[in-house]
């Protein structure tokens, strides 16, 4: 066993020691601190891009809530020009979709959320046991490349109760959750006025109880009765139509005021309707055959 060496055969020991402390009362505390480690840089909102390019889509796909084309799946998106526009849960209505314009710093603040948290990933997250839930896709196209998540039963556990997600997957379904939170928070109050939209129709048939609807009056210049196409292979709605321009906002700016299960009447006839918007990056690519 090799003994402690005396004091006095470790004066240099004690010098050196007493050297580091006076270096570190003249220079301050922080210089002879450990290096804190340097934070993973997140990329900044990417330039050069088309305003209208979507940077960020985030899309609710399957589940039981979809309703053959009426489904609008969007929850989330984000354009380059720092316009985004979320579903608002909050608002019961038919429409309940907000929008707001971003500024420099915001948008920064909002593409770091979803780039900083690891959401730029390809990758498929499943969740055995569960069935018949929806799953949440997060596309990622910064100009160079285009990436998607696809969350299945985001917020839900499996089966039996238990947590038993591997952690960087416990990570990724947690950071998915709190960045449509956050962005949905973000995306303010304001009623959204799509540039284009669906609106679905058919006669309503009374209940056989009697209960009468809630009803509200038509008054977009739209006839519910003749506009459109017909639509036999559909199985809840008879009609549908495109609308684009004026005529959209005035139905957007009416069915936004209105609860989902309200029974419009036109003309003395009364009608279900149902409205999907249709969002810039989608274009011509939704219409009432399909998107």
């Not at 977009?220 to 459109?228: K, N």
């Not at 139509?241 to 009447?265: Q, Y």
């Amino acid at each position: 066993m090799v003994g402690r060496r005396p004091a006095a055969q470790r004066p240099l020991t004690r010098v050196v020691l007493l050297l580091a402390g006076v270096l570190c009362l003249i220079l301050g505390v922080a210089a002879c601190a450990p290096a804190a480690p340097s934070p993973t840089a997140v990329p900044g909102v990417p330039a050069g891009l088309d305003p209208g390019h979507a940077l960020l889509v985030i899309d609710e796909l399957g589940g039981p809530t979809t309703i053959m084309d009426t489904f609008d799946p969007r929850s989330v998106t984000l354009y380059a020009d720092g316009t985004l526009i979320a579903s608002d849960p909050g608002r019961n209505l038919m429409l309940s979709t907000v929008s707001t314009a971003l500024g420099p710093d915001a948008l920064g603040e909002a593409w770091a959320t979803v780039v900083g948290s690891g959401l730029a990933v390809d990758r498929l997250l499943e969740l055995p046991g569960i069935a018949d839930a929806g799953t949440t896709q997060v596309m990622i196209d910064d100009g160079r490349a285009v990436t998607r998540l696809q969350v299945y039963g985001l917020g839900l556990d499996s089966v039996d109760g238990e947590p038993t997600f591997p952690p960087a997957e416990a990570a990724l379904r947690a950071n998915t959750s709190r960045a449509v939170g956050l962005l949905r928070g973000m995306a303010g109050r304001e009623p959204y006025a799509p540039p284009a939209l669906l609106l679905w129709s058919t006669r309503y048939e009374e209940a056989p109880s009697g209960m009468q609807p809630r009803l509200a009056a038509w008054t977009a210049p739209v006839d519910l009765a003749a506009a459109g196409e017909a639509t036999p292979t559909k199985p809840i709605y008879t009609r549908c139509v495109r609308l684009e321009g004026a005529d959209a906002a005035t139905v957007s700016a009416l069915v936004s005021t209105l609860a989902p299960d309200t029974v419009v009447e036109q003309a003395g006839i009364r009608y279900a309707i149902a409205v999907r918007p249709i969002y810039p990056d989608e274009g011509a690519g939704v219409t009432c055959a399909g998107s």
